[in-house]
């Protein structure tokens, strides 16, 4: 019997006469989609992790999973994936089977024992076992049981967001005052907190809560997003406020800069808050114990410098019960987290969601400029474009566009990112991340330049806080709208590194100098949504300052991390939360060719600028090297990949030449092969730059997938030039495909196809298009007559 013969005819009875009926089962369940290859398909995932049954006492509480096995097998062998589904899905009770017994383990406990098959456990007897272990009291149990929303067709909870609720109501309700939870980016976090403030309040232990933000656009998207069930009970509490009116409502969304009075109008990620009308302190006008629970999203921002803002909130309403939310609480600059939260009630990392198939996984392309693997050195005497003296000294990657501004480095680095884009697909919405707004600036004004040819003006736009300072936030709302297609292209700063929803992002360029860990986790996370119906199952990463290093680091990923360890009720000296060489640059909000700043005085009686402007320098490409994920979440080389995935697609070498023969399926073999992620392209120019042979993609993929040395186009057109091939044309036909050899040999076969080839030097001297075509008989004759020396042309 077969394993499917096996649950229909023994297991699945069993499950029945234990009690458990067809509301509380679960067969064949995929609890995850299905990890996403980026170098096999775009879109193909494989398969999702599958459990044969998982038995549930209500719908957001699982008790049990069942892993079947056929005859073949002891009832002991399906335990090991039994278990690590149980683990992974928080249940406490797994079973293994043949269907001739069970094996039964209880993770409460750790026994494990046999079981006939009409000794499975009913549902009362499972859930009165994990009760005892849990040990609830009545109220407790109550608040746990409460189920989800379910109303408004609001998606059902993935397994990792029901761990999520499950861990934190279950804090909550058993009277812990401070949790944590983690959550990496784009796994639902603000969709997950609606659930735990939803079964909070439903149930009413919970009657009046406040949602915390630091960004107008986060609470705007919560509100009008997940939020949305909550309708007429939910305000957005800015500015000025009638607090009779207010007490009204139930659930609060504020920001903290809202509640404090207080905007940092030198901080470009709080220029999106409106300032007017703010009342100061306006939160001191609610009593202390006012709100019953407090929400805190992208809690990871509590830095020294900004602990004052929320803490002063916090400790303000310290009866409340807090839940703090961030994807990224991993070095100094957040230990005040752990420190006020205590360690995260669950934690669901970057690498589970990629696994997983719920997170898009990337590919690296590295370049190396050569100003940058050698530095710049100014010649004696020079001074930049307004007059000043240019220091003596050696300018490395970490200077660039932060004490010096070279402009020839930014042209070529928008050069890069315009031919990457029009090599794969103009349209692929595009965040850059610029060292500050200066050079988003002038970044967003050499790209305009570099795609002056597509007419829409809003092609490629500057998102920074000085755009909400001039009221041009319609940019950024337009260009996280997966429905417009303007913008594509946003340099940035700092003011899209976190919280914007940004689903359709499938590049990420980084020009920046980033140090911090968190910083670069949250940036990564704008490409991590996955958007299947608009194309978007992987995104890239296009690195020029070496920042992907950090992907190395091995607390990039993983369960999060203290990093000091404190007495309870020690004081906390916010100078020990700073860690300067993990802390980011501080955003230049000052315009180009405005007046600059003066810091100290200089060598020779006169002042310092804070940047040198630069014209006139020599920058080049040194190399590109690509990198894509592989199975262990690693970076690996993507000629490597390449190999592997072109030796599956073509099975053999015949079949390979045949497809490409067809001269209608060689644009058409390229294009999947970059669907598939594998792009072309790029190993060419990584591969002829450092080979110096002028090959071209047929024998590129001979390389790479038959391991076939590859030989030069002129190498080809030579070898076609030494058969007799053209006896049977007249003197001038022959000497036309002579010709056509010779540039297809010098331009590659685009040119020896085009047809407007025939107008150009020395074909013209032969006579009109239409005389050359009449010397192979007619246009027919003509074409034959091509394809025929392409056949010859890519002979094996």
């Known amino acids: 019997m077969t394993e499917a013969d096996i649950c229909r005819t023994f297991i699945l009875p069993s499950i029945y006469k234990a009690g458990w009926d067809n509301s509380r089962i679960k067969e064949q369940f995929y609890f995850t989609d299905g990890r996403i290859e980026v170098t096999k398909s775009g ?58 017994k069970y094996l039964e383990h209880d993770l409460t406990t750790g026994i494990e024992r046999e079981l006939e098959l009409h000794d499975l456990p009913s549902p009362q007897d499972l859930y009165q076992r994990w009760l005892v272990h849990k040990g609830y009291n009545e109220n407790e149990e109550k608040i746990v049981l409460q189920n989800y929303h379910t109303e408004l067709g609001l998606n059902t909870p993935r397994y990792y967001q029901i761990n999520a609720i ?44 406040l949602y915390l933000a630091d960004r107008n656009i986060l609470i705007d998207q919560t509100i009008t997003g997940d939020f949305a069930p909550f309708g007429d009970k939910m305000i957005k509490v800015l500015g000025k406020a009638d607090i009779k009116q207010l007490k009204a409502y139930e659930i609060f969304l504020s920001l903290y800069q809202a509640l404090t009075g207080q905007v940092d109008t030198s901080d470009p990620e709080e220029a999106d808050i409106p300032i007017e009308n703010l009342t100061k302190d306006l939160y001191k006008q609610f009593s202390p114990d006012f709100f019953d629970l407090i929400v805190i999203d992208e809690c990871h921002r509590g830095s020294a410098k900004k602990d004052s803002a929320w803490r002063e909130i916090l400790n ?89 501004v070279i ?103 980084l020009d920046a100098n980033i140090r911090s860990l968190s910083e670069f986790k949250q940036i990564i996370g704008r490409g991590t949504r996955i958007r299947e ?135 058409v073999i390229i294009q999947e092969l970059n669907q598939k992620g594998i792009y072309l392209h790029e190993i060419y120019e990584e591969y002829t730059k450092k080979h110096q042979q002028n090959i071209d993609f047929f024998d590129l993929i001979l390389y790479l997938a038959f391991d076939r040395p590859p030989l030069s186009r002129g190498e080809r057109a030579g070898n076609v030039k030494k058969k007799d091939l053209f006896g049977k044309y007249s003197a001038p036909a022959k000497q036309v495909l002579l010709t056509l050899l010779d540039k297809y040999a010098d331009n590659g076969l685009e040119e020896l196809e085009d047809f407007k080839t025939l107008d150009l030097p020395p074909l013209d001297k032969v006579g009109t ?27 094996v």
């Open 533 to 667: 119906d608009v194309g978007k199952t992987f995104f890239t990463i296009l690195d020029f300052r070496k920042t992907t290093n950090l992907f190395a680091d091995p607390d990039f990923d993983g369960e999060a991390i203290k990093v000091m360890e404190r007495k309870v009720g020690e004081e906390i000296n916010p100078e020990d939360l700073i860690d300067e060489s993990l802390t980011s640059e501080v955003e230049d909000i000052q315009e180009p060719n405005q007046p600059i700043d003066w810091d100290k005085t200089w060598d020779g009686g006169y002042k310092k600028p804070s940047k040198y402007y630069v014209d006139g320098v020599n920058v080049n490409v040194m190399s590109k090297r690509t990198q894509v994920l592989d199975g262990e979440g690693k970076l690996v080389n993507l000629e490597l990949q390449a190999r592997k995935h072109l030796k599956e697609a073509f099975g053999s070498l015949n079949d390979f030449i045949q497809e490409w023969n067809q001269d209608q399926k060689r644009a």
């Open 769 to 795: 298009p239409m005389e050359i075509v009449g010397l192979f008989g007619g246009v027919d004759g003509y074409r034959e007559a091509l394809k025929e020396l392409e056949r010859e042309i890519y002979r």
């Open 166 to 209: 499950n861990r934190t109501t279950e804090a909550v309700a058993k009277g812990q005052k401070r949790v944590m939870l983690v959550m990496a980016t784009g796994t639902g976090k603000t969709f997950t907190a609606f659930h735990i403030i939803h079964k909070l309040w439903k149930n009413g232990l919970k009657k009046r809560i």
């Open 43 to 100: 879109s193909r995932r494989q398969e999702g992790k599958k459990a044969d049954y998982i038995l549930f006492y209500k719908p957001h509480l699982p008790l049990a999973v069942i892993e079947a096995k056929d005859y073949k097998h002891s009832h002991f062998d399906g335990m090991g994936q039994a278990l690590s589904y149980a683990r992974n899905l928080d249940i406490p009770f797994a079973y293994s089977s043949n269907g001739k």
């Open 316 to 404: 303000y309403f310290s009866s409340a019960t807090q839940i703090g939310m961030t994807a990224t609480p991993k070095n100094n600059l957040e230990v005040g987290n752990f420190e006020y939260f205590g360690d995260p009630v669950y934690t669901y990392t970057l690498k589970q969601g990629i696994e997983d198939g719920f997170l898009a996984p990337y590919r690296v392309l590295n370049y190396t400029l050569d100003i940058d693997a050698e530095g710049y050195r100014p010649e004696n005497g020079k001074v930049d474009k307004y007059g000043n003296l240019v220091e003596d000294r050696i300018y490395n990657t970490s200077d660039f566009n932060r004490t010096i």
């Open 407 to 509: 402009e020839e480095r930014t042209k070529l680095i928008a050069s890069e990112v315009t031919a990457y884009l029009k090599a794969t697909d103009r349209y692929s919405k595009t965040i850059i991340f610029c060292q500050d707004t200066e050079h988003a600036a002038m970044m967003r004004s050499y790209l305009q330049t570099q795609n002056s040819d597509i007419a829409n003006p809003r092609y490629v736009v500057r998102i920074t806080g000085n755009e909400f300072k001039a009221d041009l936030n319609q940019n950024l709302y337009d260009f996280i709208d997966p429905n417009k297609e303007f913008p594509v292209i946003a340099t940035t700063s700092k003011l899209l590194t976190t919280g914007v929803d940004t689903k359709s992002v499938k590049v990420i360029v």
